[in-house]
């Protein structure tokens, strides 16, 4: 089965750039989506398709996808933004779901 | 509003059985993908199983055999059955509505999740 890798955490002072990876054998070819996770909640999508927005999530949200690596960048991070962060993949040749391990984000 | 909200879970002994439910409004379950999602306390999320608005349905290898996806149309309601329960099914299950596009699925909205601990 399709295995995705991300860091287990990242750190970052708040108003700086945070980057999450998400890496996968050749994941450029697939569709990367992002979920935000905070403590108790359940996950929210935040980016889907690569790089598209869903409405309501901010402009700082932005996606990347090329190669073996897919990219998840938040800009002018705020202290409101320290969450778990999930990539994922629908594996069309099994029908199955596919979720990286989590990267937990922490704001300085 | 799309809303999804989960019920059923409980404690339950290994090898017991328990039947999940997940009651959607603000749009048709049977017009679209669904999905069971999990999270073991403390670790990540794990995908468990989609039904099709076919209604063809799709399982996770660590379930397979064991769980069963449905929805009732007249209720606007999916299910999950689960049988043969272990203790590495402990849990919060989540439903969420699948969005597709060029052979790829995402997940949104989701429920806010139910908490199933299998425990003697």
């Known amino acids: 089965s399709y295995v995705l890798t991300q860091p287990p955490s990242v750190s970052v002072a708040p108003g700086k750039t945070a980057r999450i990876t998400c890496g996968g054998n050749?994941?450029?070819?697939?569709?990367v989506h992002w979920y935000q996770q905070k403590p108790g909640q359940a996950p929210v999508l935040v980016i889907y398709y690569d790089s598209d927005r869903p409405s309501g999530i901010p402009e700082r949200f932005s996606g990347s996808n090329s190669g073996n690596t897919a990219t998840l960048t938040i800009s002018r991070v705020e202290a409101g933004d320290e969450a778990d962060y999930y990539c994922q993949v629908w594996d069309s040749s099994s029908d199955q779901g596919v979720f990286g391990g989590g990267t937990k984000l922490t704001v300085l | 509003e799309v809303q999804l909200v989960e019920s059923g879970g409980g404690l339950i002994q290994p090898g017991g059985s328990l039947r999940l439910s997940c009651a959607a409004s603000?749009?048709?379950?049977?017009?679209?993908?669904m999905s069971w999602v999990r999270q073991a306390p403390g670790k990540g999320l794990e995908w468990v199983s989609v039904i099709y608005s076919g209604g063809s349905t799709y399982y996770a290898d660590s379930v397979k055999g064991r769980f069963t996806i449905s929805r009732d149309n007249s209720k606007n309601t999916l299910y999950l059955q689960m049988n043969s329960l272990r203790a590495e099914d402990t849990a919060v299950y989540y439903c969420a509505r699948d969005s597709c596009s060029g052979g790829s699925c995402w997940f949104d909205p989701w429920g806010q999740g139910t908490l199933v601990t299998v425990s003697s």
């Open positions: 603000g749009f048709t379950v049977s017009s679209n993908y």
């Open positions: 050749n994941i450029g070819s697939k569709s």
